[in-house]
T-cell receptor, first 114, second 111 residues
Framework: SAVISQKPSRDICQRGTSLTIQCQVD?????MFWYRQQPGQSLTLIAT?????????ESGFVIDKFPISRPNLTFSTLTVSNMSPEDSSIYLC???????????FGPGTRLLVL | QQQVKQSPQSLIVQKGGISIINCAYE??????FPWYQQFPGKGPALLIA?????SEKKEGRFTISFNKSAKQFSLHIMDSQPGDSATYFC??????????FGTGTQLKVEL
């Protein structure tokens, strides 16, 4: 398994600003993903965070809005840029450990944009 | 189509009863089908998962039934307990460990 922490756990931000969310894992992992979960809704994959290279974005998500970094095998950041109230969501980091197939999720970052 | 359809949206079961949640998928390339449990304020946690080479998998009170020809799978929670009250998501995965999630089912187990 993997223990995942996210910072911040929650935040209230003003529209037009940006927030960077950190995801830290207690062991090296092969895959890291970022999801969005809007209130009462399902999880939507934003992108796959690739170590040392540009993230792979899903349809409907772009790098200018959601820049992602993954400098090593245990850490990644997601930035929500130029925020609007529609960005109010829970943002979740997930990982897959080496040789495994299970996706483990972090506790999430609850973002409210005013 | 990458959709995974999940039903019901919400479910109320009496303590000791059986909770059944159903999912259907379209993409035949999916080969991994996990179920996640999410409590309020927490991230989803893996409950049980199945691959298409078996029709059923049981872990404790939780059972997945899988029908490959119908492209359907379901979660059965036996002897449901109030502590099982949570939101349940089915998911389907193909290559690259990416998952497509169902819309979720809010389960409430009443005393």
């Amino acid at each position: 398994s993997a223990v995942i922490s996210q910072k911040p756990s929650r935040d209230i931000c003003q529209r037009g600003t940006s927030l960077t969310i950190q995801c830290q894992v207690d062991s090296q992992v092969t895959m890291m993903f970022w999801y969005r979960q809007q209130p009462g809704q399902s999880l939507t994959l934003i992108a796959t965070a690739n170590q040392g290279s540009e993230a792979t974005y899903e349809s409907g998500f772009v790098i200018d809005k959601f820049p992602i970094s993954r400098p090593n095998l245990t850490f990644s950041t997601l930035t929500v840029s130029n925020m609007s109230p529609e960005d109010s969501s829970i943002y979740l980091c997930s990982v897959v450990t080496s040789g495994g197939e299970t996706q483990y999720f972090g506790p999430g970052t609850r973002l409210l944009v005013l | 189509q990458q959709q995974v359809k999940q039903s019901p949206q919400s479910l109320i079961v009496q303590k000791g009863g059986i909770s059944i949640i159903n999912c259907a998928y379209e993409n035949t390339a999916f080969d991994y089908f996990p179920w996640y449990q999410q409590f309020p304020g927490k991230g989803p946690a893996l409950l049980i998962a199945i691959r298409p080479d078996v029709s059923e998998k049981k872990e404790g009170r939780f059972t997945i039934s899988f029908n490959k020809s119908a492209k359907q799978f379901s979660l059965h929670i036996m002897d449901s307990q109030p502590g099982d009250s949570a939101t349940y998501f089915c998911a389907a995965g193909g290559g690259g460990n990416k998952l497509t999630f169902g819309t979720g089912t809010q389960l409430k187990v009443e005393l």
